[in-house]
Each structure stands twice: as structure tokens, then as C-alpha cells.
């Protein structure tokens, strides 16, 4: 039994005030992943500050033309809201790739970018692990790494990020709007998270006491040439081996503007600029999409179990950019559940 406090945010300036007067204390939104967290030791916060009530729940336009989503905005709600499905729905369809319905209309948008890994060594407080004491050593390096990170690991980590909605969020480029003691401040998404190297613990750039307020996305949504490819154990429920998150501009047979973004291969969600940049011009076709592919993954790195993903990624990114060029995006879940 661990001994907490609970405490219920008024308002934003009240969370913040309280995280400030107890820095071990932790927020909880939807409770999805902090909870199991708790439940296995892993996360033991003296206090937990009950943030679901704030008025952090509206989707709203921006006067820039893109959409600012609040923290606390469920999961299911942002993948099933009109203006998403119509003009952002490869983020839609990432959702919807992602736990299930029970659970994505508990999960919030700021939960979700703070979800921690799925490393089952994070887990299991009997193993060493750098992120979960640091110093302690990487039970997975020469462990069982079949879901591992094959990009921009370290020594210290190689855990990935296992968000389906960030991979989406990164090749729309949102930026994440943040509130804490020196007020508030705007977070470019490629930003956000952080590779592990020496500080495994540390997973994004957010600083003590800051809570994520709302996430806003610019007015490019893709919504024509688009696809959000999961590649999984099982059809559905199941973290992704690898994702990826394809947005595409044509225009008279060539491509103009590209995004392309990978999940469950780093400990952030991983987009590749450069690759992106060697789209630009070039006919949408296998030859383009294989050499974006090669150039992605041109450090990627296997450690063994996880070895196979550097070829998935390979064909994945090869197919996820087919379906997008030819506007058959893999999954067109982005309907109500019945
Ligand atoms: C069985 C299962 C399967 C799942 N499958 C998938 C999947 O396939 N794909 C996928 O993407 N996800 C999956 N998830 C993860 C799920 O999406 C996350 O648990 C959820 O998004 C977390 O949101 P939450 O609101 O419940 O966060 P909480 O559990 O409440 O919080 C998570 C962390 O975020 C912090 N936090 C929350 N809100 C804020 C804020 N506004 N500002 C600052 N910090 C904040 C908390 O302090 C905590 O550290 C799965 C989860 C489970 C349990
Ligand atoms: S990969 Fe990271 S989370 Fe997993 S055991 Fe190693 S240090 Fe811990």
C-alpha cells in the first residue's frame, strides 16, 4: 500500500502552485498509465494532483487556420470531433490505431504525450533500469528488446516512445502550449520529447512544475494524401512495433510538401526532416519512396531481438507512402464505434 495525498486543481494557476509546493507530487488526468504505474511501484508520488476537472476540454480554431486541442480533451472525443475528422485525420486515424475505445475515452491529450515507455524492465522493479533508478544499469540492452528502439538510442536506454497520437502530432508539427511557476511558454512538438543518452529519466524538456495546457496544430492537415500505418502482434490493442505517419501535398505529379514520422522506433517520435526534404520534388513513386526509407533509417541500429524492425520500418515507410499518394490511407477507422 503506498501512502498519498490526493488533492483536486481548482485552475490552472492552482496546479501549478500545488506541484510547486511538492515537487514529488505528480498530476493525474485519465489515470491510464500513472495508476498502473502506481500499482507496480514503479511511479510512488507523495501526493497526486486530480487535474480532470480543469477547463482544459475545448477544440477550438485558431485565427491562423489550424485547431488548438486542450490537455484534457479525451482521446476518443479529438479523434471523433468534425473538424478533425475532416481536416486532420491522420491524427484521427493514429487515435483510433491506439488501446482501445474503453480506454481512449479515459486518456487525455496531455496524458498522452507523458505516457511513459512499455519496457518491460521499466516495469518490473526486481531488474536494473536506468530510467527507473538511474545508475542502475539497461536490463534490455542484451535482454529481450523485440519492441526496442532502433534509432537515436544510447548506451544509458533504448526504450521507445509507444504513443500512436504523438507520431500523427509530430508530422503535423503541433506545438504544445505549457503553464508553470515562470508562466506560460510554447514547446515545438520535435522538441518535447528528448533522446535518452546519459538521462534516461528525463523524457522531455518540460521543466519542474510546468503542466501541459493545450496542443495546437498549424492549418496544413493533409487531409487528401495521408496514411497512419501501425504494424502490431495483433490486429488491434497492441503497441505498435513500428508506425508511421505519412502527410502528403501533390501537386502536377510531384510531391510539394512531405511529412513523415516513425513511432515505437525512439525514445521520442521520430521525424526525419532531411528525409522529408529529399520527397520534395521527386514523382510520388517506389524509387522516391524506397530512397526516403533508406535515408531515414540510415543509422538505425538493431540489438538483436528487434533487429527485423529496421527492415519492417523499411517497408512499412515504403507502403505507408504508397497509401498516401495514391489516397488510400491504411486505416480509414476514423468512424464511430457502433
Ligand atoms: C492496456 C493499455 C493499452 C494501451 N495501448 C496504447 C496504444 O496502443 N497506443 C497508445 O498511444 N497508447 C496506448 N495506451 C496508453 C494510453 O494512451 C495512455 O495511458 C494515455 O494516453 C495516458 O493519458 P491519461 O490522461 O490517462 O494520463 P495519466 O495516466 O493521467 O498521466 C500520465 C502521465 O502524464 C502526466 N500528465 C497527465 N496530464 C498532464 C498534463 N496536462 N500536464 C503535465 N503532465 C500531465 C501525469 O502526471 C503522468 O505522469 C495504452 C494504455 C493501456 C493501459
Ligand atoms: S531500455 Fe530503458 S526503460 Fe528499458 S531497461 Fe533499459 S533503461 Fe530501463
Redesign the pocket.
Known sequence: MINFQYSRASDVADAVRQMAADPTA???????????LMKVYVERPSRLID?SRLPLKSVEETKEGGLRIG?LVP?SDLAYHPLVEKRYPLLGSAILA??SQQ?RN???T???L??RTRCAYFYDTATPCNKRQPGSGCSALAGHNRMHAILGASEACIAAH????CVALAALDAKVHVTGPSGERTIAFLDFHRLPEDTPQVETNLKPGE??TAVELPAPGFAANYSYLKIRDRLS???ALVSIAVGLQLEGGRIKEARLALGSVAHKPWRDTAAEAGLRGQAPNRATFARAAEQLLRDAKGYGHNDFKIELARRGIVRALTQAAQGTPQSQSNKKVL
Open positions: 505528480r498530476f493525474i488526468a485519465g489515470g491510464t498509465n500513472l495508476i498502473d487535474i490537455a482521446n491506439g488501446a480506454l479515459m486518456a487525455s496531455g496524458g498522452n507523458l505516457q509507444p504513443s500512436d497520437m503542466i501541459v490493442y497492441a503497441f
